[in-house]
């Protein structure tokens, strides 16, 4: 819910956000799937997006930092990340 991005060039982003756990806030996620999109990105549209290369979860509350490169310059980017648990369910 504390995805974040900062700029530090213009054809690159670094997000930062918490990460959760398998369980809400309980236990470590078995992978991320980060998307980005130059629209909304919405649970309905998720799967659209292009997906991008994500960190290994750590356990539940560490902060996570991803940099993503190669990104159009001057073009505005949406970014959305979910946790998949052991069973492969995305939260």
Known sequence: TDL????PR???VTLTFTAPGADGLVGQATAYDLRY???PITAANFAAA???PAPAPGPAGQVETVTL???PPETFHYFAVRAIDASGTAG
């Open 37 to 39: 999109a130059t629209t």
């Open 50 to 52: 292009t997906m991008a």
């Open 69 to 71: 490169t190669n990104l």
């Open 4 to 7: 974040r991005g900062s700029s």
């Open 10 to 12: 213009a054809e690159a």
